[in-house]
């Protein structure tokens, strides 16, 4: 080889190195901030005579080293179409870095007159970035995750049981 191809080989070797290790690290910072947040929940009851009242009972973990989020609302929807939103529960509570947060005082559900109906319900927690999870009411802690979710957070979770560091 002359020294054009040579150099303009070692050129194109460098710049293929360097997007790979930048795809790489974009890869990995997408994969830390999927997997970052953990929201479960489950259904509290109470019953005052002939009113019932039911209100979900969360639990979200703040897995990342050093970010903060803040909550923004709860919405409930079922099958699809709007049911209520909460706007004024969570607003503005703050998760910190490496917390689990339980005990919100979340204001129970308009218009749901058993168990079986709060079941049936489908509940999104936002947080004021936009983000949203959503959480089936197929039974307590379900979360609604694709598959992909559920391997992203398989494979977080067998990273941390190795104690391998990701921040």
Request: cysteine-free; proline content about 4%.
């Amino acid at each position: 080889m002359n020294f054009w191809q040579t150099t303009w080989s070692n050129v194109l070797g460098g710049i293929a190195a360097g997007l790979f290790f930048v795809l790489m690290y974009v890869i990995v910072q997408w994969f830390l901030q999927a997997t970052d947040l953990t929201v479960a929940y489950n259904w509290r009851f109470r019953t005052e005579g002939d009113v019932f009242y039911v209100w979900p009972n969360f639990e979200i973990r703040n897995r990342s080293r050093t970010k903060r989020y803040r909550l923004a609302n709860i919405a409930y929807t079922q099958n699809g179409q709007p049911h209520w939103f909460d706007n004024d529960s969570v607003w503005g509570l703050v998760l910190e870095p490496g917390s689990i947060n339980h005990g919100f005082d979340v204001v129970p559900v308009k218009k749901v007159d058993s168990l079986p109906d709060a079941l049936k319900l489908e509940v999104t927690v936002r947080l004021q970035t936009g983000r949203a999870f959503w959480l089936r009411g197929e039974g307590p802690g379900q979360m609604g995750k694709s598959r992909v979710q559920r391997t992203l957070f398989a494979l977080r979770g067998k990273l941390e049981s190795w104690l391998v560091a990701m921040e």
